[in-house]
Structures are given as C-alpha cells and as structure tokens.
C-alpha cells in the first residue's frame, strides 16, 4: 500500500475535524491579541507599572509602527483592498456554493483577519491624528486590545459552530 494513501488514511485532512487547524485558529487569535498594533503588549503594563523609559519605549513602537500601517495603507491600501477582496470573494464562492471545505476553512480564518486589518488602520489614524502620548495612548492600545479579543471570540465561536455543522453534517463525530 502507498505510503500517502496510509497517512491520509490515518491523519484525517478534513479542515474541521483536523485539530491542527483548530491550534492554528487559537494561535492566531492569541498572536493578534498579544500584538497589538505591532507592539506586544507587556510593554503597555510595563509603561504602566514603571512609567519613564519603559514609557519612551512604547511610544517610539507605537510611533513607528503607526507610521508603518499607514504608510502601507496610503501607498498601497487600495490595491491589497482589491487583492483581499478578490482572494475573499473566491475562497467564499469555492467553499460556500462549490462545498470545498478547505476553502471554508480558510475564508473564516482570513475574514476576521481582514477586518483585523482594517482596525488596525482606524487606530493607528486615532493615535497618529490625535498625537496620543502616555496614559491616553495605553488606554487607546487597551481598547483596542479589548475589540481585538472580542473579534477573536466571535470568531472562533462562529467557526467552531460552522465546524460542528460541517463534522455533524458528514457524520464524522
């Protein structure tokens, strides 16, 4: 017998009955709500706990990673708008009307990323128009921690009751 057709055999490579696909969506939400904005965000505790160059620190991150996305943004924001579009779209006709659950999977792992993304633009415009500094610019990093935790929730709770409808579906439990 080959030796593919025996680890497909073996290893189950549905997306939704596959646990690596469910580690890879709870690395991803955990990785996106660690890092926010680019910076990761034991250095707002730490600007908060010890203020002085832990806070010059924070700003300077801040600062350049805001700079960055919007930067990226207004140079090339619409054409990755037209990219991401494009790719979306196609992953959403591939799994949700052809049924290829690859594409499913996939479509609901880079939706909320997508969105992620434009989140990310909105505050880095918050923080870069209104030049926040100190304790108005770890609260602005806070909130947004705060509505990227709450993306990540509803995502994985829409794509976990997708993934049961789908594994239910096909009698896999």
């Known amino acids: 017998m080959d030796l593919g057709l025996r680890i497909f055999e073996v290893i189950d490579m549905r997306s939704f009955s596959n646990l690596w696909f469910w580690i890879a969506l709870a690395v991803m939400w955990s990785t996106a709500s660690h890092w926010v904005l680019g910076v990761p965000f034991d250095m707002v505790s730490r600007a908060r706990r010890n ?31 037209t990219l991401t579009s ?28 997508a969105l992620l993304t434009l989140l990310n633009i909105r505050t880095a415009r918050v923080i870069n128009s209104a030049g926040l500094t100190g304790e108005a610019l770890r609260r602005q990093l806070s ?3 705060v509505w ?6 509803v995502s994985i709770f829409v794509t976990a009751l997708w993934g049961m409808f789908q594994n239910l579906s096909y009698g896999v439990i």
């Not at 990227?148 to 929730?153: E, L």
């Open 86 to 113: 494009f790719l979306l779209s196609g992953l959403a006709v591939l799994g949700f009307f052809y049924g290829v659950e690859f594409a499913q999977a996939v479509f609901l792992l880079l939706l909320p990323l």
């Open 51 to 81: 203020g002085g160059e832990a806070q010059d620190i924070l700003e300077t991150m801040v600062n350049i990673n805001v700079n960055r996305i919007l930067y990226i943004s207004e140079v090339s924001g619409i054409s990755l708008l």
């Open 148 to 153: 990227v935790q709450a993306m990540g929730v």
């Open 143 to 145: 909130i947004h921690r």
